[in-house]
Nanobody, 113 residues
């Protein structure tokens, strides 16, 4: 129900865009988000966006990452600029509403120094 794509290997300072296509039933009213999990660390919120367009970012990515959603395409995006090696992680797409969470398979992002 959530299909993420766009991960890969990039050099430090470069950009990458992640996409997540969702089925309509878990997109239109839901808060959509991106989480990430680095090796040996807990999964953490990167950014999320409400169906009204309000956004929330982790301090570590503010000013570098932008989350957006296309309600016509049931797709959420994460534009990642000025990537750093510490951004290396598996990135997961998330949909949540009324305490119910849906997760997509992760996509690996690796940033080389």
């Amino acid at each position: 129900q959530l299909q993420a794509s766009g991960g890969g290997l990039v050099q430090s300072g470069r950009s990458l865009t992640l996409s997540c296509a969702a089925s309509g039933s878990i997109f239109s009213r839901n808060v959509m988000g991106w989480y990430r999990q680095a090796p040996g660390k807990q999964r953490e919120l990167v950014a999320d966006i409400t169906n009204g367009g309000s956004t929330n970012y982790a301090d570590s990515v503010k000013g570098r990452f932008t989350i957006s959603r296309d309600n016509a395409k049931n797709t959420v995006y994460l534009q990642m600029n000025s990537l750093k090696p510490e951004d290396t992680a598996v990135y997961y797409c998330n949909s949540r509403l009324w305490g119910i969470n849906y997760w997509g398979k992760g996509t690996q992002v690796t940033v080389s120094s």
